[in-house]
């Protein structure tokens, strides 16, 4: 059995939603022998330091994220990818309790294949910021203002592709449109998307 943290004690009791799914999905993780850590506010599980899974819920489901889950080889097909932009993450969501206990073989097989994969140090191949397409609201933009393409090349990889992904998120042109207008002397000033 994994070690508990005090932290996640505190998360599950004052969980509204998926409280029976939670401490289902936590049994499982420890009785894997992962390492409970408290991580960006949810319970998370590790193996020697490092991150094999992270306990979520959200509206309309309860999840088991996998950090390296595009490298798992999902012999039951039940990986999810949370938006068509996520490279290394995959989820397995439930609806209810019964789903996790009658899944409980399934999901201790998936977690003792995601920890061979951090022990033999798989990594997973993310796309290159350039392979990502930029929406064509900031490419006009980016045209017509050079100081900003030359303020947005400058940028890290990760900043950029914040900043891509932020823009090409909605639906709506005139969204879009609104989004690159807002972040415009953010580029300029040479800062990333959550930067203050």
């Not at 505190?10 to 936590?26: D, H, M, N, P």
């Not at 003792?112 to 191949?125: Q, R, S």
């Not at 415009?184 to 040479?190: A, N």
């Amino acid at each position: 059995m994994g070690k508990m943290d005090s932290d996640i004690d505190a998360f599950f009791s004052k969980a509204k939603k998926w409280k029976e799914e939670f401490e289902q999905l936590r049994k499982i993780s420890l009785d894997s022998g992962l390492t409970e850590e408290f991580k960006w506010g949810k319970p998370c599980y590790t193996h020697k330091k490092s991150n094999i899974l992270l306990i979520h819920g959200f509206k309309e489901y309860c999840a088991l994220l996998f950090f390296k889950g595009a490298l798992l080889k999902d012999a039951e097909g039940i990986l999810v990818s949370q938006t068509e932009n996520t490279q290394a993450t995959r989820q397995i969501r439930f609806t209810n309790v019964q789903e996790i206990v009658d899944m409980e073989p399934i999901l201790k097989a998936y977690i003792n294949e995601a920890i061979e994969v951090e022990k033999v140090g798989l990594k997973v191949e993310l796309k290159k910021t350039t392979e990502f397409s930029i929406p064509e609201e900031f490419q006009n933009k980016l045209d017509e203002i050079p100081a900003l393409k030359t303020a947005f090349d400058a940028l890290t990889p990760g900043r950029q592709r914040a900043y891509i992904l932020y823009f090409s998120a909605p639906k709506q042109s005139k969204t879009r449109e609104s989004r690159v207008e807002k972040y415009m002397q953010q580029i300029l000033s040479g800062k990333g998307l959550n930067d203050r």
